[in-house]
């Protein structure tokens, strides 16, 4: 994507703070290795990928930003893209937040990529992008469903739950990230919601509700999120691909 005559200068926010206690014991999710590299690190250079990002932030745990850091300088990156570590909070949302604040004034375009997502390919990257430049205030990957969805009302574990109703299928999609916002909309979706509970676990849920439009650009199957055990080996058989498509 050429960003030569383009009025934008876009960021990515990356929130890698949380435990993914869903994986298992280990390592934060972030941190564990795929293909011998950590997860943030491919997703790092995943956002990197489109040249149209000119600087990721990474949001590390609260502890953890000069050991993100030093991840960071030890892993060859693009030259053309800045890098920003800052200490992250107790929910998604919040360290969203704090990624955000963290921007420079002159960036007018965020994408916000879970760590947790580090394949996606370069192409899903800059069809988010270029929505947002062509003026879209929240723009989001996503793709049908496979299965049917059901939505119940949630019992003590074990109990069996009662299903309230079926959502037709055809109306509904799977979200991924990275999920793009014009960044004026971002910050004022993110000032105006209290971030209660677990916070919003998708920064364009929160952007809906202040009545702006949003958009979906279509995702990729190798946008998932690492979240179960099952998910690693799905990564590991992606990458295993594209080494033997790329030839290295
Ligand atoms: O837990 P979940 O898979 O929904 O997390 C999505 C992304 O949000 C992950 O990349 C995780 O590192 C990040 N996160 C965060 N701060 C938290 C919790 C989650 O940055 N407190």
Redesign the pocket.
């Known amino acids: 994507m050429s960003e030569e005559a383009s009025p934008h200068r876009t960021a990515a926010v990356?929130?890698?703070?949380?435990r993914?206690v869903r994986l298992g014991p280990g390592a934060p999710?972030?941190l564990r290795a795929l293909g011998g590299t950590p997860m943030l690190i491919h997703a790092v250079r995943a956002m990197a990928a489109s040249r149209a990002v000119s600087l990721v932030v990474v949001?590390a745990p609260p502890d953890g930003a000069p050991g993100v850091k030093n991840l960071l300088d030890d892993h060859a990156l693009p030259e053309r893209t800045d890098y920003l570590v800052v200490p992250?909070?107790?929910?998604?949302q919040?360290?969203?937040r704090l990624g955000v604040e963290a921007l420079p004034d002159d960036i007018t375009a965020v994408l916000v990529h879970?760590?947790?997502r580090p394949l996606v390919p370069v192409e899903t990257v800059d069809a988010v992008v270029e929505a947002v430049h062509e003026g879209a205030p929240a723009v989001v990957p996503a793709l049908p469903l496979a299965d049917t969805v059901k939505q119940v009302e949630p019992r003590e574990k074990g109990e069996p739950e009662p299903v309230v109703a079926t959502p037709e299928r055809a109306l509904l999609r799977a979200v991924q990230t990275p999920q793009g916002f014009d960044r004026a909309t971002l910050q004022r979706a993110h000032r105006t919601m209290p971030g209660v509970g677990e916070g919003a676990?998708d920064c364009a849920g929160m952007v809906e509700r202040l009545g702006a439009p949003v958009v979906i650009v279509p995702g990729h199957e190798e946008a998932f999120?690492v979240?179960r055990p099952l998910d690693l080996v799905l990564a590991e058989a992606v990458l295993a691909r594209r080494r033997a498509n790329d030839g290295f």
């Open positions: 990356i929130p890698a703070a949380g993914g999710k972030a949001v992250g909070g107790e929910t998604r919040e360290s969203v879970d760590a947790a676990t999120k979240t």
